[in-house]
């Protein structure tokens, strides 16, 4: 079945460093592949996705690229703040699942001032 | 932006009452809602696929006589904890797919924190 495989975490990083957070999937068909952030005590928000093979998604500082070849969507920022400082979900969604989305089991990223 | 709103946010009670969660999406319609459940430092595990107008679809493990969904209309989807025990102490997340549109992301609530007594 379909899976998601993050690193594990907590990742602690100083303000301004380079941050990755590994995600790979297991899919059977073509799943759009999503990045989630979880701040303390809320629901999730989107932070980006990708639909397709090579494509790339971005949003506020953040990118990641669909890549096919190794199965993987991973999760890239040049420089963090502290108001990075949150729980990240990879996930794909299954077109033949009917719009479910598997989760990864999260990343929690503390940043330091 | 699409806005999920989740009610109540938080709510305490005890052993053997039933807990009714909504979930509304307030400027979209959406055909499909999704249940999710979080324990401490954990994913989300999908519970169920709430469908308007007819019988939500519970994943493996389960139990729908435990766990009552209704999605009565296309912006109203709800969650009933039966007899609620400590052990159903948990935070409970919904999401709605945009109707018409399979390829917009679901739009998230931001949860409610269920905790028995």
């Known amino acids: 079945g379909n899976s998601v495989t993050q690193m594990e975490g907590p990742v602690t990083l100083s303000e301004e460093a380079f941050l990755t957070i590994n995600c790979t999937y297991t899919?059977?068909?073509?799943?759009?592949l999503f990045w989630y952030v979880q701040y303390p005590g809320e629901g999730l928000q989107l932070l980006l996705k990708?639909?397709?093979?090579?494509d790339k998604g971005s949003n506020k500082g953040f990118e990641a690229t669909y890549r096919k070849e190794t199965t993987s969507f991973h999760l890239e920022k040049g420089s963090v703040q502290v108001s990075d400082s949150a729980v990240y979900f990879c996930?794909?969604?299954?077109?033949?699942?009917?719009?479910?989305?598997?989760f990864g089991q999260g990343t929690e990223l503390s940043v330091k001032p | 932006g699409a806005v999920v709103s989740q009610h109540p946010s938080w709510v305490i009670c005890k052993s053997g009452t039933s807990v009714k969660i909504e979930c509304r999406s307030l400027?979209?319609?959406?055909?499909?809602m999704f249940w999710y459940r979080q324990f401490p430092k954990q994913s989300l595990m999908l519970m169920a696929t709430?469908?308007?107008?007819?019988?939500?679809?519970?994943e493996q493990g389960v139990e729908k006589d435990k766990f009552l969904i209704n999605h009565a209309s296309l912006t109203l989807s709800t969650l009933t904890v039966t007899s609620a025990h400590p052990e159903d102490s948990s935070f409970y997340i919904c999401?709605?797919?945009?109707?018409?549109?399979?390829?917009?992301?679901?739009?998230f609530g931001d949860g409610t924190r269920l905790s028995i007594l």
């Open positions: 999401s709605a797919q945009p109707s018409g549109d399979f390829y917009q992301p679901q739009h």
């Open positions: 899919a059977t068909g073509y799943p759009s």
């Open positions: 990708a639909t397709k093979a090579d």
């Open positions: 996930a794909l969604s299954d077109d033949n699942q009917g719009g479910k989305l598997i």
């Open positions: 400027d979209f319609q959406a055909t499909t």
């Open positions: 709430s469908n308007e107008g007819s019988k939500a679809t519970y």
